[in-house]
């Protein structure tokens, strides 16, 4: 053989040998257990952090990533595999499970969509013992699940292999990210992460003057695997006519540019009635397009506001250029009119702010409330556009290249939502900006008007009215906010 091709067979073999090929989510176990039941696993490999698995039954998924009726992290491998578990579900023969699986290695993640798994009389189903815990091992005698088949081995490959990472679009904390990957997850199910900060202060713009904002447990915590944001009384606190009167001094926490300290009130210049709560990623976490998903419950309750939103790093203190971004709110009336429309608890709006420019998106229901049940929020923030999502449910898109420009001297025509924003979450109540004059709440007008010096005090002295209406479902429940990479 000539020299020049034997060596050319060497350096091929010594590449195909020494190149790694990049990690594919393995097809993925199904067992349907009995009397009802789904486990799902797939085997470990050394780097795996995590698997997800996104699942509906009887039901495609449109777009391929959405979160699905069944959605959960799992944090750690048992037995070599890493499983879920669904011990409520219960399937018959005929089902379809459509389902999509999520792995982290390596700190990469990595897909397998467009999966599915049809129940028949030839599935295999496990006699689950209802009595023993769900972490005993398994007893003697129970048949062990049948082992994966081994896919053909893939034709070897010629040309050089896919780097496992491909550079996207999105940028977090500064660098750019892989695309695809989940950047930011955090689930409430043992305490508050040291992702977020709490805001303390006394009152704020005209958003949320009403409001002071502390850390305090009360006002938020961890109960049923859930973050709780619940709004409280001042004079609850400190006593009665307590906002009055004052003082009150939060100096040693504060967080704001603007004192946290305030003196004997006096006349009409009250303290902030209502205690709430309100947390930030600004000194951990930010980002520049991606696609954000919150598992929350919305409040119920007169004149609270839900706050999930993301917010400009760099322009957060420049007020006419501050770019919010709103995944999801629902004011907390049962029935509150504007010009005869209603936008109390059964609108849902979404939407981008800039400055006082506000374009807002709209979802409303025929029957209930947006705050009934647990929803799943969910928008997506490229260069060219924006989409917002309920339920996998579109709402709308706002397009920068074709809708009209938020700030028309800027040649980036998406300007300023071309800055990394972080994510605030909280409650406010009361307030200018999501109230204006000339509602009605039940038929009857508005406790305070904007133009009023002393609206806190007129607020305040309508407590008795409003926070009837407060219950327990008077607070905003997350379950979990996920961010992935475009």
């Not at 996104?54 to 799992?74: L, P, S, T």
């Not at 100096?251 to 540019?257: A, E």
């Not at 203190?317 to 209603?342: C, M, P, R, V, Y």
């Amino acid at each position: 053989m000539h020299p020049l091709m034997l060596n050319f067979i060497l350096f091929f073999m010594i590449c195909f040998v020494t190149a790694e090929e990049p990690y594919k989510v393995p097809p993925a176990l199904i067992e349907v257990l009995d009397p009802k039941g789904l486990r799902v696993s797939i085997p470990d490999h050394e780097g795996i952090t995590l698997f997800a698995f996104h699942g509906n039954v009887n039901e495609d998924f449109e777009m391929g990533r959405e979160a699905g009726q069944m959605a959960q992290d799992v944090l750690r491998k048992k037995n070599g595999r890493w499983t879920y578990i669904n011990r409520d579900i219960r399937l018959k023969n005929g089902d379809i499970l459509y389902y999509w699986l999520y792995v982290i290695k390596d700190g990469l993640g990595y897909e397998r969509l467009f999966q599915s798994y049809t129940v028949g009389s030839d599935t295999i189903v496990f006699k689950v013992d209802t009595n023993i815990p769900p972490d005993t091992p398994t007893p003697p005698g129970t048949p062990a699940p049948p082992d994966t088949p081994t896919p053909p081995e893939a034709p070897k490959p010629i040309d050089p292999p896919v780097k496992a990472c491909e550079k996207s679009e999105t940028i977090m904390n500064g660098k750019n990210q892989c695309r695809g990957s989940l950047i930011f997850h955090s689930q409430f199910t043992q305490s508050i992460s040291k992702d977020w900060s709490h805001i303390v202060q006394i009152g704020g713009d005209y958003e949320d003057e009403f409001v002071v904002f502390d850390s305090n447990l009360t006002n938020s915590f961890i109960k049923s695997n859930c973050l709780v944001i619940k709004p409280t009384l001042l004079d609850d606190e400190h006593g009665k006519d307590f906002s009055l009167s004052g003082p009150l001094d939060l100096s040693s926490r504060c967080t704001s540019s603007t004192p946290c300290f305030m003196k004997r009130t006096v006349g009409k210049n009250i303290l902030p009635p209502v205690v709430s709560g309100r947390l930030s990623t600004q000194n951990s976490f930010s980002f520049l397009y991606g696609v954000v998903e919150v598992k929350a419950k919305l409040p119920h309750g007169d004149w609270v506001v839900p706050e999930i939103w993301l917010l400009s790093k760099s322009l957060h203190f420049n007020k006419d250029k501050s770019a919010k971004i709103i995944i999801a709110s629902s004011i907390g009336n049962d029935q509150l009119t504007f010009n005869s429309k209603e936008i109390g608890n059964k609108r849902l709006f979404c939407g981008l702010e800039v400055g006082s420019l506000k374009n807002y998106f709209e979802e409303n229901k025929n029957s209930g409330y947006w705050s009934d049940q647990f929803h799943i929020f969910k928008m997506v923030w490229s260069p060219d556009q924006f989409i917002f999502y309920v339920d996998n449910k579109e709402i709308k898109r706002w397009n920068s290249r074709t809708d009209p420009p938020f700030i028309s001297d800027s040649p980036d025509k998406n300007a300023p939502f071309n800055h990394e924003h972080f994510i605030m979450i909280g409650l406010h109540v009361g307030g200018l900006e999501d109230f204006p004059d000339g509602i009605t709440n039940n038929g009857a007008a508005k406790p305070w008007r904007n133009d009023q010096t002393d609206r806190k005090l007129n607020f305040y002295r309508d407590t008795v009215n409003w926070h009837r209406t407060w219950n327990e479902e008077t607070k905003l429940q997350i379950e979990y906010i996920k961010v992935w990479a475009i």
